[in-house]
């Protein structure tokens, strides 16, 4: 009898261990071959799968942002208001090695998706993803401070400009920009906006 193979959870499992493979030996070492090597699959597996390397990296892209919203979806259980949505950026900062090496192959992916129109579609897709999950926490939050906090698309935008900028700086800077300094910076512009700062701080690493 043939066996049964998901065809899911495989690619699921080759672009985990695309994640891995960079994590650890950088964008350019993350050959197919060591990509296959790490997942415990033939080269010829990964062909039928993927298109080349670049169509691994959107699969590993995709995932990091999967784990990233399972693990904010987690950890929002019980929480309202400022509360919830300090949490949901503090848990989106860039503070972990896994969590890195998304930025670092995002990163990559901006300079290819300016001469590339579905490449740039799919970025903004990601975008409009964001604003979706993060705008009802905003508005959820601004019932705490009604007249101190703008509209909430432009501070959700604002939000997710500074998680993106946050993200080049880790990515081509981690040593200067440790967990500390990103919570203390992500603080600094959620008091500036006028959410309350009494809400917990730090959290689960951006895959």
């Not at 390397?53 to 784990?67: H, M, N, W």
């Not at 896994?98 to 990601?126: C, K, N, P, V």
């Not at 910076?185 to 006028?194: H, N, R």
């Amino acid at each position: 009898m043939p066996k049964i193979v998901d065809h899911a959870a495989r690619r699921r499992e080759i672009a985990e261990a695309c994640l891995r493979v960079v994590s650890r030996s950088g964008l350019t070492a993350a050959t197919t071959r060591e990509i296959a090597k790490e997942a415990g699959v033939s080269h010829g597996i990964i062909a039928h799968y993927f298109s080349g390397k670049d169509a691994i990296l959107r699969a590993a892209l995709q995932r990091s942002y999967e784990v990233l919203a399972e693990r904010i979806d987690l950890r929002l259980a019980g929480l309202t208001g400022s509360s919830a949505l300090r949490r949901a950026v503090f848990d989106a900062l860039p503070t972990g090695e896994e969590s890195r090496t998304g930025e670092q192959i995002e990163l990559a992916f901006w300079a290819y998706a300016m001469g590339d129109a579905q490449l740039t579609e799919e970025r903004w897709q990601s975008y409009a993803q964001s604003r979706e999950r993060l705008e009802p926490l905003v508005r959820d939050a601004r019932r705490d401070n009604p007249e101190g906090i703008g509209d909430p698309a432009e501070v959700t935008d604002a939000l997710i400009a500074l998680l993106d900028g946050l993200g080049v700086q880790v990515a081509l800077y981690p040593e200067r920009f440790p967990p500390e300094r990103l919570h203390a910076v992500a603080d600094a512009a959620l008091t500036a906006f006028g959410f309350p700062s009494d809400a917990p701080r730090g959290g689960a690493n951006r895959p």
